[in-house]
């Protein structure tokens, strides 16, 4: 048995290794972000900008979500909200707060519209499409947002100040999902969701995240991102590869962390991580094999060592005790869930912090679980190239070519 004592014990290192990575990229990214904190900020004089939003349907806290976009401190603004036809639940909503506004004699210029159904991309793209081709001729930079999102008042400032840097192409922020709920499904997606901030800080594989990026008017017209759109389903990852092909940078703002108050079930979180994942397959290849070899070797270790341990406590032979010690790597993704957390935390608004910490140890012992989705994801993305997003089906052939199947439930 001396042999399958060497291989154990030889499983049992490489384990070791990999439990090692995740250390590595939250220390690089806690390096990073107070390397972030400490820099200047950006001088000057801000650009005037078209802040675009569009919608479909009404998310969870969607008036309060829309209030803080006329509450934003940029001194120029003006907001476009467009839905895809009349019948939407959101366009009622939405006149009526344009109205509210207006009689208090807001500064800021807002605007809705109507942009159609589309049948050859995805709605949200054609949404803002729609948005683009109305914006002021005076506005130097476009702002992207979503309407699940609550900024705060300087989010959109804090966004536009980097794109002062000629070597910033567009600026992003990114999505903390804060459960209203403390239930499985929530703190799943979560916690799933939280695993790219350690890749954000990193400059050569950032990806802008449609909910929160800013761009310069010029550098959205030569990167050619308007044509991009015309046949794709994913406005961020679009934008990334165009500007990269500028040589310019996407650069991450820490600051810039809008937070979205929604709860998910279970199946929820895993049609949103296996839309998510499938876009990065085809979009953005070099991060989504990065890490699906990661997770699924580091997944398979751990069945590993379950089975080591079935068959140590079976037959009391010690050959198998290093094969049942790759399960440290289930303590080793906790103990970096729980390192990391500290840094998530300082990065959300200062009143959701308490209840924040509240959930610790929730977040903590879910990182696993949220290993194994990874795992779960990656297999879906293999098998398919399908995808239903807010209850439209379509097939991602290419970055460049996007078909609209049905509405959900149909032609599947």
């Given amino acids: 048995m001396s042999g399958l004592m060497t291989l154990n014990a030889g499983l049992l290192l490489v384990a070791f290794a990999f439990g090692l990575v995740p250390f590595m990229l939250t220390a690089r990214m806690k390096r990073r972000l107070r390397e972030a904190a400490e820099a200047p900020p950006a001088g000057g004089q801000l650009p005037p900008a078209s802040v675009i939003l569009p919608c479909k349907g009404l998310d969870p806290g969607f008036e309060p979500n829309i209030e803080a976009l006329f509450a934003q401190d940029h001194p120029d603004l003006e907001l476009l909200f467009v839905v895809a036809e009349e019948a939407d639940p959101a366009y009622p909503v939405l006149q009526s707060l344009l109205q509210r506004h207006a009689a208090r004699g807001g500064r800021v210029r807002a605007t809705l519209h109507v942009a159609g159904l589309s049948t050859q991309r995805a709605q949200k793209l054609t949404n803002q499409l729609a948005a683009l081709a109305r914006t002021r001729d005076s506005s130097q930079v476009l702002v992207?947002?979503?309407?699940?999102?609550?900024?705060?008042?300087?989010?959109?400032?804090?966004?536009?100040?980097?794109?002062?840097?000629?070597?910033?192409?567009?600026?992003?922020?990114?999505?903390?999902?804060?459960?209203?709920?403390?239930?499985?499904?929530?703190?799943?997606?979560?916690?799933?969701?939280?695993?790219?901030?350690?890749?954000?800080?990193?400059?050569?594989?950032?990806?802008?995240?449609?909910?929160?990026?800013?761009?310069?008017?010029?550098?959205?017209?030569?990167?050619?991102?308007?044509?991009?759109?015309?046949?794709?389903?994913?406005?961020?990852?679009?934008?990334?590869?165009?500007?990269?092909?500028?040589?310019?940078?996407?650069?991450?703002?820490?600051?810039?962390?809008?937070?979205?108050?929604?709860?998910?079930?279970?199946?929820?979180?895993?049609?949103?991580?296996?839309?998510?994942?499938?876009?990065?397959?085809?979009?953005?290849?070099?991060?989504?094999?990065?890490?699906?070899?990661?997770?699924a070797l580091a997944n398979l270790l751990i069945v590993y060592g379950l089975v080591c341990g079935a068959l140590w406590l079976q037959r009391g032979d010690a050959a198998w005790l290093p094969g049942a010690a790759c399960l440290l790597l289930l303590v080793m993704q906790a103990a970096n869930a729980a390192w990391m957390f500290g840094s998530a935390k300082a990065l959300l608004p200062a009143p959701i912090r308490p209840e924040l910490q509240a959930l610790r140890w929730k977040y903590i012992l879910a990182a696993p679980l949220a290993s194994a989705m990874t795992l779960l994801n990656t297999v879906h993305a293999a098998l398919t190239r399908r995808m239903v997003w807010r209850g439209i089906c379509y097939e991602l052939r290419s970055p460049t070519e996007t078909v609209v199947i049905s509405p959900a439930g149909r032609g599947r």
Avoid: K
Avoid at 165 to 175: I, K, L, N, Q, S
Avoid at 202 to 211: K, L
Avoid at 248 to 254: A, E, I, K, M, N
């Fill in 144 to 295: 992207f947002v979503d309407s699940d999102c609550r900024p705060d008042p300087g989010f959109v400032r804090r966004l536009v100040q980097p794109l002062q840097d000629p070597a910033v192409g567009a600026t992003t922020g990114y999505r903390w999902y804060h459960p209203p709920t403390a239930d499985l499904g929530s703190i799943l997606r979560s916690t799933w969701n939280a695993g790219a901030l350690p890749f954000l800080v990193d400059p050569a594989v950032v990806f802008a995240w449609g909910g929160a990026m800013a761009i310069g008017r010029d550098t959205f017209a030569r990167a050619g991102i308007a044509r991009a759109w015309d046949r794709a389903v994913s406005d961020d990852m679009t934008l990334t590869v165009a500007v990269r092909q500028l040589g310019l940078g996407v650069q991450f703002v820490p600051t810039c962390i809008a937070v979205s108050h929604e709860s998910s079930t279970v199946a929820e979180t895993l049609e949103f991580t296996n839309r998510q994942s499938l876009i990065s397959r085809v979009y953005f290849p070099p991060l989504w094999w990065g890490t699906a070899i990661g997770h």
